[in-house]
């Protein structure tokens, strides 16, 4: 079953049902008065019809209230529909059936079964319509063009409103993803100029004013500064996941890696990879990162660099350290430590990438890491 919670963009369809049962109906009490006296037993015309009238009204007022629209009103709606499309079998008659005169439901019967679609999506609208069209076919004893025209044009009814009900929740669920997003968004705005005003810049003259002494005030400085750029990248509100879809906003992954000693720059935008890819570059970043504290001076400058193309991503990080001696990787890899060799060459290769190191001793390092945008298998 489709999600039977009442939207607003439900709602209506369920009133042009009742509208159109009413108008199915007057049609069927027309015909009634116009072949009855060609029934085999006319006088059972007018119970049947008063019972049709009655599930009309009783209907109306049912499926008016969204908790009511559920599986047994749904299934009693369609046995007492089929009830009184099988007494046409008893009151018009079998040799007035097989004549051509119309059945006692007529168009009457089609209502239930755009229930079924609207409550059940188009598979409840189809096993609804081929029980209704079978029983359609039953009473009418003769399978001719126009006998079958009738059940296939119910069940493309079934089969349009039933996409038209899940195009119509999907909208409903976008609208009310884009509703929320526009609150939070204004909300975490309102809190960025309130936090820029007062904390941010409480901060930042904590980390200035102690940045040059020594002891407990220039640890407090540092802590400032640490909580300074944490706080900016709060304000920043970056997302890196998104509702519905599979891809990740890699800038959002790297904005925690900056610190006073990091400096992490790129598009103004998000850098949308497939989840995977984004994963392990960021992965890839932070074993960089990771080399440059473990083997370079505290309080070395980093620079992480995002280069948005249409084909793909390239990241770069470089510092301002120590650098590497140039053989120094090779033989780090022959002493058996595969640090840069698998987390950063590793990573990168597998994802169809590649990655090129400049280094000099004294002159930093600069590690460029290019993944093409396309997911890899």
């Known amino acids: 079953m489709a999600d039977a919670r009442d939207s607003g963009l439900q709602a209506p369809l369920w009133r042009a049902i009742a509208i159109y049962r009413l108008a199915a109906l007057a049609y069927a009490t027309f015909l009634v008065v116009s072949n009855v006296s060609a029934y085999a037993r006319p006088m059972l015309a007018w119970p049947v019809l008063a019972a ?12 008016a209230d969204p908790a009511r629209r559920r599986i047994p009103l749904l299934v009693t709606d369609q046995l007492i529909t089929m009830g009184a499309l099988t007494a046409s079998v008893w009151v018009v008659g079998r040799s007035g059936l097989e004549s051509g005169l119309p059945t006692l439901a007529v168009a009457w019967h089609v209502a239930p079964v755009i229930c079924w679609a609207v409550a059940g999506g188009r598979r409840g609208g189809i096993a609804a319509a081929l029980a209704m069209g079978a029983t359609d076919l039953a009473v009418r004893a003769h399978y001719d063009q126009a006998a079958f ?11 349009a409103v039933g996409n038209l009900v899940r195009i119509a929740e999907v909208a409903q669920q976008r609208l009310e993803r884009a509703i929320e997003l526009e609150a939070t968004t204004r909300e975490r705005e309102r809190l960025a100029r309130d936090i820029h005003d007062s904390v941010l810049q409480v901060l930042a003259l904590v980390k200035r004013r102690g940045a040059g002494l020594d002891g407990e005030a220039g ?39 900056a610190s006073p000693a990091v400096t992490v720059s790129g598009p ?83 994802l169809g990438g590649r990655v ?22």
């Open 52 to 63: 049709m009238a009655a599930w009309t009204v009783l209907t109306t007022y049912a499926y």
């Open 149 to 159: 025209t009738g059940a296939v044009l119910m069940l493309l009814a079934a089969i």
């Open 219 to 257: 640890e407090l400085a540092r802590l400032a500064g640490e909580q300074e750029a944490a706080l900016r990248t709060l304000v920043a509100g970056r997302r890196a996941s998104d509702p519905g879809g599979d891809d990740l906003d890699l800038m959002a992954l790297l904005q925690p890696y």
């Open 268 to 350: 103004a935008g998000a850098v949308r990879l497939p989840a995977r890819t984004a994963r392990e570059l960021t992965a890839a970043v932070a074993a960089a990162l990771d080399n440059v504290a473990r083997h370079c001076e505290p309080g070395t400058k980093v620079y992480l660099f995002v280069e948005d193309e249409p084909a793909e991503v390239v990241v770069t990080v470089r510092d301002d350290g120590c650098g590497i001696e140039p053989d120094r990787l090779a033989q780090a890899q022959a002493q058996g430590r595969l640090g840069v060799v698998q987390s950063i060459r590793g990573r990168v290769a597998d």
């Open 356 to 377: 090129q190191i400049i280094s000099a001793p004294g002159e930093g390092t600069e590690v460029e890491m290019t993944v093409p945008r396309a997911p890899i298998s």
